[in-house]
């Protein structure tokens, strides 16, 4: 078992900034996946950005230039740096794990950006 906490979510201004953060700990596979996914009320969770192990980083095209995804991997953690919010960022923000035959979401955490 994987367990996720994230951390970092909040009220924030149009243009403003947050990060995020998320600790894995349990039984972690060294080859394995970790990145974030949203879910606006009344639509269905999407991607916003993943990053293996090695480094490779996969985004969602309306986050592009404006988010970064990034790991530490000795502390098993990952961030996600946004910038220049949006109102249509807005969303509760999930943590996403997956490794040798086990994928885990983590609790979410509110993001809230206001016009």
């Known amino acids: 078992q994987v367990q996720l906490v994230e951390s970092g979510g909040g009220l924030v201004q149009a243009g403003g900034s947050l990060r995020l953060s998320c600790t894995a700990s349990?039984?972690?596979?060294?080859?394995?996946?970790m990145g974030w996914y949203r879910q606006a009320p009344g639509k269905q969770r999407e991607l916003v950005a993943i990053?293996?192990?090695?480094?490779?980083?996969n985004y969602a095209d309306s986050v592009k230039g404006r988010f970064t995804i990034s790991r530490d991997n000795a502390r098993n953690t990952v961030y996600l740096q946004m910038n220049t919010l949006k109102p249509e960022d807005t969303a509760d923000y999930y943590c996403?794990?997956?490794?040798?035959?086990?994928?885990?979401w983590g609790q979410g955490t509110q993001v809230t950006v206001s016009s």
């Open positions: 990053i293996t192990s090695g480094g490779f980083t």
């Open positions: 349990g039984s972690i596979s060294s080859g394995n996946t």
């Open positions: 996403y794990y997956r490794g040798v035959g086990v994928g885990n």
